[in-house]
């Protein structure tokens, strides 16, 4: 069946010899090299249950009286946004079901791109010659952030409302082009009619389409590179050793597919996720408490919670506070994150290409810079919990707001120099360079060759 | 059948059990848990299949793949760089003709960008005001006004401007304190100087105004001043006065422009 297809295919493309090629390709075993699948799946799911939720939703700030199952909102009025939110978790069968799958791998996919990226990062897999590829990887993650923030936003909700209002006053931060960039993306003065329709836009066309397009690219640069490896015996610069895609790789990746699957609907059936009808609808003069923002947005609004109230005033112009850490933090670590592959090959002064990778342990600083880094945005992501924090320690705010202020610093220095610590005690640990093969020779005597 | 298939054949089965399960979920009313379940059931079931398969039926083979140097040989990159340079002659020969197809494509390209300016209204004046105006009466959002001896002492309520009920720039607190004039009533804007979130916590034991959003912590003993948290600027107060008829009016707009700052409130 599958063999006719193949000549079926061969006799109108000629395709045998890249079939050939493409069903033995050679996929280095080890299951880190698995985690950017996750988000193709993950990628993939939302992109079905996106669909789906599109059939239902309305993305209009309209009002309406809200008439369904239920019953604590029946008679209010509220925007078609978030009655259509209701009306296709309640009235719509399955629709809660997709409507939870959808939020949950949408958190999923987002932070598997995290742990992605740090495996990269850590294996030094970012090296040239796949400095190139780690720019797509990056610029996905900034994408992923939006679409996902897009996404939240458009229920309407109080919730997401707040959260809207506050990415709209970082929007207006942005020196000289910030009040015309508020006014043109949103349709008006916040909050606007046009602004969920200019969402809808960006959630289910513009960012999707720029997603699936640089994924698409990630992949085929992949497939024209090659998989790096780690070192072993036979595994040199020059080749890549590993199992076949078919069968043995397609099988595992099915695997990841299913346990995604499972995942994300396990935790849509049994994990409530942004009940919207507990937040109610938004109103500009209201506002939920504790109210925090999906994970990955978590470092931005722990920035602001931490941030000094400097701004900058001059010449009839004004800097407000919310620029410097909402956007120039942001866009600083983004920027630095795009050119790491740069900064690190000036840091090592090591213009070649490698497809051979590190260990983490071996490269120390770098395990301490990643390590740093993680704690760096976890210091803000706990930030973001501040008030929650003050509720439960039954400490003020404020002390709470200098102590995460502190952790933001300390820690990362801390988690640098312990994990660097760590790395150089286990890599001294681990045998030497002097480790031999034996081999019996024609005399049926032995001796040694050093293992590459 | 080997113990190892019969494994697998045990999984696909939970699949399939899986998906009738859906079926019938789905068919019968679409009971949220039970269709998730069942889904979650069938997709567990492959997944366990697939380990299955790639553990034991799978062969365990490697292959090796050769990795070129990506850096082409020296004859192919000098090949590709002549084709570059014989492709680029015919513009770069008239450097006026080159130089006027860059100008016409900025043009061009300027003018195609133009559109992106209909998406909007221009911001004008906009975010310097809100609706209060001299004699407007301040309503609650149920539309009652406020009158005097309304508000207990400690307590705060949400206000708009008469005709602009919900709109968001505008909207104020009006709290009372023991004292002061107006029998201790200020009105303040509730749109955060800092994110703009509504400013809704009253702490009347220290009178002071908390945004729940980020923290910012605002004086009203003191007009609305920053006392902690990343807020920047006061909270813009509202001036008001009791009409002859006792009712809360404004005696104007805010003086400075609300909610969160911008590159032109200078």
Redesign the interface.
Known sequence: MLERFVLWVDDRLGAANFIRHAL???FPDHWSFMLGEINVYAFLILLGTGTFLAFFFQPSAEKTIYHGSYALLNGVAVSQAYASALRLSFDV??G??VRQIHHWAALIFVAGIVVHMARVFLTGAFRK?RDINWMVGVALLAMAMFEGFSGYSLPDDLLSG?GL??A???L?????????A???????????A?MFARLFVAHVFLLPAAIGGAIALHLAILWR??HAQFPGP?RT????????LV??YA??S??LL??T??TV??L???VQINPIWLFGPY?????????QPDWYIGPI?GA????????L??????????FF?AVLLPGAIFTFLFLWPVIDRMIRRDPE?H?LLDRARDVPWRMGLGVALTLFAGGFTLAAS??VQARYLHLS??TI?VVDRWVCVLAPLAGFFIARAICIALRDAQPGPNRVRLFRNANGGFEERPLP | MSIQERSIAATLGLAILGGLGFIVA?TCG?D??W???S??VA??G??L???G??RWL??????????V??ASENAEREAALHATRQGEMPFLRSALLTRLLLGALGVVGLAMLLP??S?????GR??FSTRWRLGLRALR?DGRPLKRGDLEVGSVV?VFPEGAI?D??S?ALVLRLPDGKLDGLQAYS?VCT?????V??YRAATEQLLC??????FDVRADGR?V??????PLPRLPIAFDTNGFLIALGDFPVPV????????
Not at chain 2, 119 to 123: C, D, Q
């Open positions: 033995r390709k050679a069968r399955a809660l079901l010659p707040t209002h506050i709209d006053s970082v207006l931060s942005i020196p000289i082009v910030g009040t015309w508020s006014f043109l993306l949103l349709g008006g003065d916040f909050p606007s046009a590179q090659k036979g610069e020059h080749n890549v050793v590993g199992s076949p069968p043995t099988v595992k099915l695997a299913a346990a699957a499972a609907t396990g849509g059936t049994f109103h500009a003069w209201q506002v939920l408490t504790p109210a609004d602001l919670r931490l941030s000094f109230p400097w701004s005033r001059f010449w009839g112009h004004l800097i407000p506070s919310p850490p290409s497809h501040s008030d705010v404020v707001t | 789905y679409g949220h848990r269709m998730g379940l889904a979650t997709f567990v492959f997944l299949a697939a380990l398969w790639a799978v062969p365990r083979e490697q292959v090796v793949d050769e990795i140097s990506f992106i300016r998406l909007g209204p221009a911001p906009t975010l959002e949400t919900g968001a720039r909207q509730k800092h994110a703009g979130c509504p809704a916590l729940p959003c980020h923290q910012s912590l920053v902690s948290g990343p807020a920047d600027r909610g969160p700052g911008f590159w032109q409130d200078g």
